[in-house]
């Protein structure tokens, strides 16, 4: 079945570090890729997305690149912000009729100053 | 407007209780849904009205029940709830199910408690 991995948090970093998270996937056919972001307190938004191999989401200077060789879709910021603590969501969505979207557990970003 | 609105934003109520949360679009969306999260995990997904249809059920017990009045609401309707089924739960809306672009925007959720 379809599925998707996180790396496990709560992942802690200083103001203006660089952060990954990794997530991969597991699916039939040729997914689309999202990453969900929820702050505290509040629904879920989207971040980024990308529909097709070698695409590259971007928002607020968040990166991730869908990779099918290695069925990779990490997310990347060059320089957090305390603004940037919540927790991101990996998920996809095959592209077929009849299909819901698919989330990963979650990581936990905190930021300090 | 590109908002899913969600009341109330806390609910608390007894096992034998019946209440009702509501969900409000004005995007034009077909597609609705209802998830439930509990904390520190991800939102599971409930029920999805495509076209004003109950098109998934995700096996959710009869005491949670779905309405979907018209293209812009929709409703959750509780009864008899259980103490396990305090979570937060978020409705959520596109513009089609299926889609490669398929983009959920999702309400700020409600908060409920089961005494």
């Known amino acids: 079945g379809n599925s998707v991995t996180q790396m496990e948090g709560p992942v802690t970093l200083s103001e203006e570090a660089f952060l990954t998270i990794n997530c991969t996937y597991t699916?039939?056919?040729?997914?689309?890729l999202f990453w969900y972001v929820q702050y505290p307190g509040e629904g879920l938004q989207l971040l980024l997305k990308?529909?097709?191999?070698?695409d590259k989401g971007s928002n607020k200077g968040f990166e991730a690149t869908y990779r099918k060789e290695t069925t990779s879709f990490h997310l990347e910021k060059g320089s957090v912000q305390v603004s940037d603590s919540a927790v991101y969501f990996c998920?996809?969505?095959?592209?077929?009729?009849?299909?819901?979207?698919?989330f990963g557990k979650g990581t936990t970003l905190s930021v300090s100053s | 407007d590109t908002e899913v609105t969600q009341t109330p934003k806390h609910l608390v109520m007894g096992m034998t209780n019946k209440k009702s949360l509501k969900c409000e679009q004005h995007?034009?969306?077909?597609?609705m849904y209802w998830y439930k999260q509990k904390a520190k995990k991800p939102p599971e997904l409930m029920f999805v009205?495509?076209?004003?249809?109950?098109?998934i059920n995700e096996s959710v017990p009869s005491r949670f029940s779905p309405e979907c009045p018209n293209s812009s609401l929709l409703n959750l309707h509780l009864h008899a709830l259980q103490p396990e089924d305090s979570a937060l739960y978020l409705c959520?809306?596109?513009?089609?199910?299926?889609?490669?672009?398929?983009?959920?925007?999702f309400g700020s959720g409600t908060q409920l408690s089961v005494l």
């Open positions: 959520a809306s596109s513009h089609s199910r299926g889609t490669e672009n398929e983009k959920l925007f």
């Open positions: 699916a039939t056919g040729y997914p689309s």
């Open positions: 990308a529909t097709k191999a070698d």
């Open positions: 998920a996809l969505i095959q592209n077929q009729a009849g299909t819901a979207l698919i």
């Open positions: 995007m034009g969306h077909r597609a």
């Open positions: 009205y495509s076209y004003e249809k109950l098109s």
